[in-house]
């Protein structure tokens, strides 16, 4: 008898059912042995080191530090421009140059026949003064200062007394302006030309002949010059008193960065006469003093350079002038104030200003005693800047 074969079904049916129940198996083995691990050992993630990147600086670091430093160019050719001698001709006077290009041609280029710092460092006449090269932030000569002088209780001593305060400031700014078209090159900056200490008559209780302003008429000069963006100019006329000791009074201000100082010899008396009864005097020394000085002040408070006014007419109020030594940080003006009529000004200036160069030069404008007989009227800036050298501080009082 034949044996018999079994269907597809009734062979494969078993193999399935083993084939479940191990999966079974497996299933149920794992899940204890998560239990378990659960239970026992916590779960550790490891995170994976990422791949490193290129070092990047800080922006501090990345960006390039600029630092300002004097264009001492432009600090030459102005001081030849103003020495008005021939000398800031030279600079336009050109060569040309034959330069080879990369095509093999050649083209013409013209150049300046000496360079401005040259020229100014080792020419043989009298202006410009010298070659000291100022700090940076140093006014002069990059603007011209043009001031108003004057005492706020007085209203003979100058247009700062004499005209109300919104009228005095419409003032001094026409006349920015009209130095500004008079000479478009140089930008003007406005001033209070006060006069702090203020020289006496009479001796006083301390017998000295000179009045020391009180700190709220400082203050006034000092908040009208912020109000019109310009400078204060702290004037001294200190009779019998001791002229640095009268300086150093006023360091509460002088420490400001826009208050300068100005040295008026024609009050300084040194043999103990009454002031106005001769014409007072100072030394090359006495300024040089008071230069260091205002030295110590600019480098303890991080000050801009600092400029001394020193007035002058006559031979005898400033000696050894040429001994008289501007800084980096102390420029020095050296100002023609005598009155009269246009030709007699500038007689003086030329007597006491040009032969004997310290720094920069300054002229003073009176708007009443200008105008004394014989005179013809005040003189203009287009007038004024035919001077050699070209005053770069105005005075009107």
Do not use: C
């Not at 100058?158 to 140089?186: C, F, H, I, Q």
């Not at 200190?238 to 400001?256: F, H, N, Y």
């Not at 205002?294 to 000696?319: C, E, G, W």
């Not at 287009?382 to 001077?387: A, F, G, N």
């Amino acid at each position: 008898m034949p044996m018999s074969v079994p269907s597809p079904k009734e062979k494969t049916t078993p193999w399935i059912i083993v084939s479940i129940i191990a999966i079974f198996l497996l299933v149920l083995v794992g899940v204890v042995f998560a239990k378990q691990a659960s239970e026992s050992t916590p779960y550790v993630y490891i995170k994976a080191n990422p791949l490193p990147l290129p070092e990047v600086q800080s922006v501090e670091e990345a960006t390039p530090v600029v630092v300002e430093t004097l264009d001492r160019f432009d600090y030459a050719s102005r001081m030849l421009r103003l020495a008005n001698n021939g000398l800031y001709r030279l600079l336009s006077t050109t060569t040309r140059e034959s330069v080879a290009t990369s095509t093999g041609s050649t083209t013409m280029i013209v150049v300046p026949s000496v360079a401005a710092e040259t020229l100014y460092s080792t020419h043989n006449s009298t202006w410009p003064a010298e070659t000291t090269y100022p700090e940076l932030g140093a006014i002069l000569p990059f603007k011209r200062i043009i001031a108003y002088y004057g005492n706020f209780y007085s209203t003979q001593m100058g247009a700062l007394g004499e005209y109300e305060k919104e009228d005095m400031k419409r003032r001094l700014l026409t006349e920015v302006a009209n130095w500004e078209k008079a000479d478009p090159s140089t930008p003007v900056i406005p001033a209070i030309d006060y006069i702090a200490v203020v020289a006496q008559a009479e001796a006083g209780r301390d017998g000295l002949y000179r009045a020391q302003m009180p700190d709220s008429e400082i203050q006034k000069a000092v908040d009208i010059a912020n109000e019109l963006e310009g400078i204060v100019l702290l004037e001294v006329q200190v009779g019998l008193s001791d002229l640095q000791r009268e300086i150093e009074a006023l360091e509460t201000w002088l420490k400001l960065p826009n208050v300068h100082l100005a040295i008026d010899p024609e009050f300084r008396m040194k043999n103990g006469q009454k002031p106005g009864t001769v014409i007072g005097t100072v030394d090359a020394v006495d300024v040089n003093v008071a230069i260091a000085y205002l030295d110590s002040l600019v480098a303890k408070h991080s000050l801009p350079p600092k400029i001394v006014i020193v007035h002058r007419f006559t031979q005898n109020m400033v000696t050894n002038a040429t001994l008289i030594k501007p800084t980096p940080t102390v420029q020095v003006v050296m100002v023609m104030d005598g009155w009269g009529p246009g030709a007699n000004k500038f007689g003086t200036y030329n007597l006491v200003i040009t032969p004997q160069p310290v720094q920069f030069a300054g002229f003073k404008v009176f708007y009443k005693n200008d105008l004394k007989t014989p005179s013809t009227g005040l003189l203009t800036p287009e007038e004024i800047l035919t001077l050699s050298p070209k005053p770069i501080f105005i005075q009107y009082q």
